[in-house]
């Protein structure tokens, strides 16, 4: 007897990952493990031509391809495998493209998304308050259980989506999105969230002058520049912010004056296009970036670093002590 999976089952299955995001990496790993049971017993896989009617479907399979192919020349096994891990998500577009999508299973989807969003930052504040026993990600006040680079740049895409949603009333009344909006915005200007804050300044007037006309692009744009004023009025907001100009404005590569989170990224940029010169084709080898950037230190073809990666309690790891059981992301 076939088993028919209900497509409620099936589409709640495929949003479930982005629901546990920002909630629990565990819950994230096992929901999309589910996925992936629920869709071989669906049948939605055998529909696997629809996929080459997407315009994105060819582009996506080279890069996955071509950064699994890297792990044939890379000289570090360990990142290699931690870069070509990355690539799975890309399973979830190829999934996607094989399933009956409905208007409804759209809106189910998003709805899952922001739902999650919007758990981890009341549990977030709970947390920070003391009245949950748990402690945020790293310390870093408000930021629940999801780290808070990642989590800013879900909410800035979150953001994005209310902000189309606020005209439009296609998923939420504008209440609604304006609730949502002001939960997920203030949680974003209490945090350490440069690279999401970065991406809503940048995006978010191209969206207003897309989706407004006429004179309601200029009153929109007045009240997005009235909120970004206002946010400076936060201590933190500004703190966070002058330590950035700070560390760019001090920024001189000539005198290796680069130990801050702006020069090290700065550095990393420019050995990056060294490296992409010197490998244009085939590049350095899935993973290999930061033994090669070692390399080049090493070599005096760019300054050295106290440390290239920097740990969450500013901890530098010098080259001598590297070892892949250290490295952790770049504080943002």
């Known amino acids: 007897m076939k088993w028919r999976v209900p497509d409620s089952l099936m589409f709640t299955v495929y949003a ?8 629990s990496t565990a819950g994230a790993g096992i929901s999309a493990a589910l996925l992936l049971v629920i869709y071989a017993f669906s049948g939605h896989w055998r529909k696997w031509r629809r996929i080459q009617a997407r ?3 060819l582009p996506l399979a080279l890069l996955i391809g071509w950064t699994l192919l890297g792990l044939l020349w890379t000289t570090n096994m360990f990142f290699g495998f931690k870069v070509a891990e990355a690539t799975g998500y890309g399973l979830f577009a190829f999934i996607g493209a094989t399933l009956p999508w409905k208007e409804r299973w759209i809106k189910w989807l998003i709805t899952l998304f922001l739902a999650g969003l919007l758990i981890n930052a009341f549990l977030a504040a709970l947390m920070t308050w003391d009245v949950l026993p748990w402690k945020n990600v790293d310390n870093v006040p408000y930021t629940g259980f999801c780290d808070h680079i990642f989590l800013s740049l879900a909410i800035a895409h979150a953001l994005l989506w209310l902000t189309w949603d606020f005209k439009r009333q296609w998923n939420f009344p504008r209440w609604a ?3 949502i909006g002001m939960v997920l915005l203030t949680q974003m200007a209490v945090t350490p969230a440069r690279s999401g804050q970065l991406l809503l300044v940048l995006l978010l007037p191209i969206a207003v002058w897309m989706l407004y006309p006429g004179r309601w692009r200029y009153w929109a744009s007045t009240v997005i520049t009235i909120s970004v004023a206002a946010l400076f009025a936060l201590p933190t ?3 966070h912010f002058m330590v950035g100009i700070h560390e760019l404005l001090s920024f001189n590569i000539h005198r290796a004056d680069i130990t801050s989170s702006w020069g090290i990224r700065i550095l990393a940029m420019i050995g990056g296009v060294m490296l992409f010169l010197a490998h244009p084709l085939f590049g350095v080898g899935t993973g290999n970036f930061y033994p090669a950037i070692l390399k080049m230190q090493a070599a005096h073809q760019i300054p050295a670093t106290p440390g290239f990666i920097i740990l969450k309690k500013a901890v530098t ?3 001598e002590q590297e070892s892949p059981h250290l490295v952790t992301t770049v504080i943002g």
Not at 16 to 23: E, V
């Open 177 to 179: 999105n304006l609730f």
């Open 237 to 239: 907001v500004r703190a």
């Open 55 to 57: 315009p994105w479907a």
């Open 16 to 23: 479930l990952p982005l629901f546990c995001f920002p909630l």
């Open 317 to 319: 790891v010098r080259p």
